[in-house]
């Protein structure tokens, strides 16, 4: 079984490649193949879904990168981690946990919290 921050580090992993097909592959790997995420902003499901919403959040933060804050934990087959967005060597614009079900080695659910958002300066 892959431990919380395996799970955590696959998952930014997706969020953070900007090649389709490479993150594609990532989608797919980290996520069961019905899987769903939520959070206030977005929402998407299965892969294909999940993937468009990931490419989408990419147009709107250029350039951004997701980056575990802190040590994910978890128990029995929930994990939570934090995240922060930000332009390498620059301020955060996104602070955030996530929430995660996981089942036969991959994320079935996520639901997402959004500490703090700002738009990127232009």
């Known amino acids: 079984m892959k431990s919380p921050h395996e799970i955590a580090e696959q998952y930014l992993a997706a969020w953070n490649e900007t090649d389709a097909p490479r993150r594609r592959a990532l989608v797919e790997q980290a ?20 993937d468009a919403m990931i490419a989408g959040a990419q147009v709107q933060f250029p350039g951004m990168r997701f980056t575990l804050a802190g040590t994910p ?9 934090s995240w922060t967005l930000a332009a390498p060597g620059q301020a955060p614009v996104a602070h955030g946990s996530d929430v995660a079900t996981i089942a036969d080695g991959r994320i079935s659910t996520v639901i997402g ?9 232009a």
């Open 31 to 50: 996520f069961g193949r019905e899987a769903s995420y939520q959070d206030p902003l977005m929402s998407g499901a299965g892969h294909a879904g999940i």
């Open 113 to 121: 919290f959004l500490d703090k958002v700002s738009q990127p300066a």
């Open 73 to 81: 934990d978890g128990h029995h087959d929930v994990v939570r981690f």
